[in-house]
């Protein structure tokens, strides 16, 4: 079957309640990922470890996605898809949950591995389950809504953080995650659709060795890659340059900051959407991607300035960054035959999120702080930056020219649908 023939279809109502179900459940797994970050000072109190040992809490949750990721591209074809994302979410709930009732620091990097693992796996399911039942033709726009979930995460998980931390303790943030999760996995187990993709006769190995050799998977990790890339290694040091060198605090301004970014998101998401279902995508993305450098180069240099400027930027980053997403992911999740999605898509989340990790370690070797309390080197890291989305582009161009329908719009879908699999 071509990576391009028609999904199932399910009428509008129920593919809106779907995107949304699949939207809130990635939302969970990114957001979880990030809001560690400020948690450091409590933890290192709490549990009296070092920042060293805090760092390898942080990283723990990507690498051990990372790892069950590259795992699963083994198993996941064999399950099908709402089976398999129901069983690793309650796996990644249950690992939140443990994660706020740790006692010690042992107790809580094997809470924080089990929920990367869990949450790893259950974010590739959502992309596999996207490219299941949204047609090419509308598939910008979904890809839109769930990879949005990324970019606002990784800025909201941040604040989110601070505020729940600052009021109710350390424990909070993953008490109130875990409470998401329940809600959310009852709301999944009712409105997701049973979609009959477990490949038969399918065997791990050879699968995953024609994921991993073919010319085309390998254009589009490498497009996957160096988006992780490039928002990794702004998102770390974003909140504390906001406070340190614009002059934010951290009680009312900075949750302000956030606050309108993600309203300017939530409104530029849907347009952004719609742009990627009726141009090239890979001409949208460079659009994007422009308005991301120009942004980025502003945001390192930026001295102390009014809130209503600081507001100003911080929307204009959320909304390139995360505009940078829907043509990307398209184009990946068009460029991968439906037989290989759930193997494929959970290996490019992997490297997404061990890239992401990845660009968060490299952004700290480049800032460092001076007497004053300023963060130095800022400007090197978006350089840094830049270079990533120079990249994005060219790999993104490479898969464009190797298969030209990943980046096409489509005014219908010509091509008849597969026999199998199909809704329950």
């Known amino acids: 079957m071509p990576a391009h023939a028609q999904p199932h279809v399910l009428s509008p109502g129920r593919e809106r309640v779907t995107l949304l179900t699949l939207g809130a459940v990635q939302f969970t797994h990114i957001l979880d990922f990030m809001i560690m970050m400020p948690l450091g000072a409590q933890l290192m109190h709490a549990f009296a470890i070092t920042p060293a040992q805090f760092s390898h809490l942080v990283a723990s949750y990507g690498i051990a996605a990372a790892a069950s990721g590259f795992a699963g591209g083994f198993i996941l074809d064999k399950f099908d898809r709402k089976r ?13 949950l443990a994660c706020g009732f740790a006692p010690n620091y042992q107790t809580l990097m094997f809470a924080r591995l089990a929920a990367g693992a869990f949450g790893g796996l259950a974010g590739s399911m959502v992309t596999a389950m996207v490219g299941d039942f949204i047609p090419p033709r ?14 606002v995460a990784s800025v909201l998980g941040v604040p989110a953080g601070l505020m729940m931390a600052g009021h109710f303790g350390w424990h909070a943030a993953f008490f109130m995650l875990a409470v998401c999760a329940a809600v959310i996995l009852m709301l999944a187990s009712l ?61 009312f301004q900075l949750p302000l900051a956030y606050a309108v970014g993600g309203v300017a998101t939530a409104i530029s998401t849907p347009i952004i959407g719609w742009l990627s279902d009726r141009m090239d995508r890979l001409r949208l993305l ?35 960054m995360s505009g940078r997403f829907a043509p ?10 439906a037989r290989y999605r759930g193997g494929f898509m959970s290996i490019n989340s992997a490297l997404m999120l061990a890239a992401n990790a990845l660009a968060s370690i490299l ?46 719009h489509q005014e219908k879908d010509n091509v008849p649908p597969p026999a199998t699999p199909d809704v329950a």
């Open 328 to 337: 990307a992911m398209t184009m990946i999740t068009n460029a991968v035959e």
């Open 138 to 151: 509308r598939r910008g726009r979904a890809m839109a809504f769930v990879s949005a979930a990324f970019p």
């Open 84 to 96: 398999a994302l129901l069983f690793l979410y309650t796996g990644f709930g249950l690992a939140t």
């Open 363 to 408: 952004a700290g070797m480049f800032v460092t702080r001076d007497p004053a309390g300023r963060l130095l080197g800022l400007p090197t890291v978006g350089y840094v930056a830049v270079g990533f989305f120079i990249l994005t582009l060219l790999f993104a161009t490479q898969l464009r020219n190797a298969a030209p329908h990943v980046a096409m």
């Open 286 to 320: 460079l659009y994007m991607s422009v308005g991301a450098v120009i942004v980025t180069l502003v945001i390192v240099r930026l001295g102390p300035s009014p809130v209503a400027v600081a507001c100003l930027v911080m929307a204009l980053f959320m909304v390139t």
């Open 191 to 251: 409105a997701l659709p049973h979609l009959r993709t477990a490949v038969h006769g399918h065997k791990s190995v050879q699968q995953m060795k024609e994921i991993l050799t073919h010319g085309l998977h390998l254009r589009a990790f490498a497009v996957g890659s160096m988006l992780g890339m490039a928002g990794g290694i702004m998102v770390p040091f974003l909140a504390p340059s906001f406070i340190a060198n614009v002059g934010l605090n951290e009680q």
